[in-house]
């Protein structure tokens, strides 16, 4: 007997049958492989919305954090300008003229007595609008009042500009 164990075993069909049972096993997990993929997929999908979910809420948190920064940032401002203007505004009860002014595209007035309207013409004094009144004040505060919130400058006239450049027609200033 000079075979070799390969060719006794080939002979007697165990090899056969080994390589059989291993492609029947590769059959069967090829079969299998599409239903895990299937479910893996339905798996992937409810986490991709689970995924989607967490983001969409995140952003929504992410966003109303900045809202409530931009609240307080705004409410700070306020209460700083309140400060600033505190006791410094300059309107007279018994002022008799008119000071028309272009402020947020409309033609707003401030009453005003015949040295204030020279003051506020020559840039030596500025309106600055704050809870609903037009505030007359000095030029520094005026620009101090601009450096915390520039939105509150109504009105200031750069010095020796006189009329002409303030931006308001020269029949509006009664």
């Known amino acids: 007997m000079t075979e070799s164990l390969r060719e006794q075993l080939l002979k007697s069909g165990i090899v056969k049958q080994l390589r059989e049972e291993k492609q029947a ?14 479910r893996g997929e339905e798996i992937d999908l409810g986490r991709a919305y689970a995924l989607r979910a967490q983001a969409e809420k995140q ?16 409410k700070e401002r306020k209460r700083r300008l309140q400060e600033l203007l505190d006791g410094k505004a300059l309107n007279r009860d018994d002022a008799e003229l008119l000071r028309h ?12 007595d015949a040295e204030q309207l020279r003051a506020l013409n020559a840039g030596e004094l500025g ?12 030029r520094a505060v005026a ?4 450096a915390i919130a520039p939105e509150a400058l ?15 027609p020269d029949d509006l200033v009664w």
């Open 143 to 146: 620009l101090e009042a601009q």
């Open 59 to 74: 952003e929504r948190a992410r966003l109303e954090r900045e809202a409530a920064e931009r609240a307080r940032e705004r």
């Open 154 to 168: 109504a009105l200031l006239v750069e010095p020796g500009a006189g009329d002409a450049d303030d931006g308001v």
């Open 25 to 38: 096993r590769r059959e069967s997990r090829e079969q299998r492989e599409p239903r895990r993929r299937a």
């Open 127 to 138: 309106v600055v609008q704050h809870n609903g009144r037009y505030l007359i004040v000095a």
């Open 101 to 112: 002014f272009s402020y947020g595209d409309k033609i707003r007035r401030v009453h005003v």
